[in-house]
């Protein structure tokens, strides 16, 4: 099996930021894991920050029933003082499944957060382009 990590990284700063990364698939394989990484500095009261992963040029965080995002993660706090800033942090592996791409398909990274949350995101995409994509190819 030659798995390929295809990295993607988004710094977002706060608002609707639709596509902030995208790539390309490379060629027709299968998506057998993903890896997140998110920090977030809230410092106000009720902030958050969403981040989704999808086939979709714009974010669909708040839509029922959608079928082209493959993952997302969020965080959000309540600052119970004054002071400071409180940073969080999620970690979020996904594996055990095959999710078949095609070459030239585009996948994007959405973040939706409170105005002024900084988030650093960073999501890595286990990739397999070992086999061809032959209906017997499909059991691994």
């Known amino acids: 099996m030659a798995v390929a990590i295809i990295g993607m990284y988004a710094n977002a700063t706060g608002g609707v930021q639709n596509a902030l ?6 060629q027709d ?3 057998i894991g993903i890896d997140w990484d998110m920090t977030a500095m809230l410092d106000a009261t009720l902030e958050s920050s969403e981040v989704e992963l999808s086939f979709i040029a714009t974010h669909q965080t708040t839509t029922n029933d959608v079928r082209g995002r493959i ?6 706090a309540i600052v119970l003082t004054a002071v400071g800033v ?5 970690q979020k592996w996904l ?3 095959d999710l078949f791409v095609s070459g030239g398909e585009r996948i994007f990274l959405h973040v939706v957060a409170s105005a002024g949350v900084v988030s650093l995101v960073r999501c890595n995409l286990f990739y397999d382009a070992s086999g061809n994509m032959r209906r017997s190819s499909r059991r691994r």
Do not use: Q
Request: no cysteine; net charge negative.
């Open 21 to 26: 990364a995208a790539i390309d698939i490379p």
């Open 29 to 31: 394989g299968v998506l």
């Open 71 to 76: 993952s997302s993660i969020s965080t959000g």
């Open 86 to 90: 409180n940073t969080v942090s999620v």
């Open 95 to 97: 594996g055990g499944f």
